[in-house]
């Protein structure tokens, strides 16, 4: 894999412990899971990074990352209706039953606009305790996670000041392959539904898009090589310290793999916040 080596700094939130409880924590828990309940404590958390990095040796950083998982698509809903071993085998491969669409690259489902509703509220919520805003923001190239990040961070009074942007990059998309509702429009497509300045396309994204396959999904272990290639990303070419990820369980849980952690269960319309410690080899 990449240059960079990875891993999660324990003690700052509930979600971070290798034994956390994905279940019980659920979606949107109090403070982002944040383990300090004071007043201060998203300045004590600043605090402590800063702290971490001023004494970080050479080749070692520290960032913040927000982790959000897009609300419901009409594909959680289909998958749902038949449970998931019929879904992998047979009706993920349509695009349709006849009363739902999901394929290619579905929208929110009403209830995952209102999961992501339900998460700019709690950023609403822990503004008046200063959590940061990610200083830069990166999202799959689908639109079901474009759609929960407008909805969480364009479409808020208080979040879209200082108006917020985000990179599209397709290395964030859901794992690939069989499944229709991984397969995403053309470049010019997205660009016309979500537009610049807002969102920036990254360079060399391809008009088609060349990674799926009808016969072929991809394999974890490369999922985990893409996150780890997106960390790489991020590390190397940004100096911000809280950063923001919107994207799908499957690229999520590649990230947690990439730095030595069992799967994680977020649900959808969920955000998963982790210190994560850089050291370049």
Partial sequence: MGTGKYTIVTGFFAQDDP??????????????????????????????????????????????????????????VAEAKYGTKTWDEYWSKLETDGEILWGPDPELTALGVTQAQEARKLWEVEREYGVPLPEKQYASPMRRALQTWQEIFVNSGSLSQGSPRVTILENLREEYGEHTCDRRFPRSVIAQNFPPPTYEIEDGFSEEDVLWKADERETKEHVKERAHAVLDHIFSRIQETYVGVTAHSGIINGFLAAMGRPRYPLPTGGILPLVIKEETR
């Fill in 19 to 76: 034994g956390a409880d994905g279940n019980a924590i659920g979606a949107l828990p109090q403070r982002f899971g944040l383990l300090d309940e004071s007043p201060e404590r998203w300045t004590n958390l600043q605090k402590r990074i800063e702290e971490l990095n001023g004494a970080a040796p050479e080749g070692t950083r520290y960032k913040l990352f927000f982790f959000i998982r897009h609300g419901q698509g009409h594909h959680n």
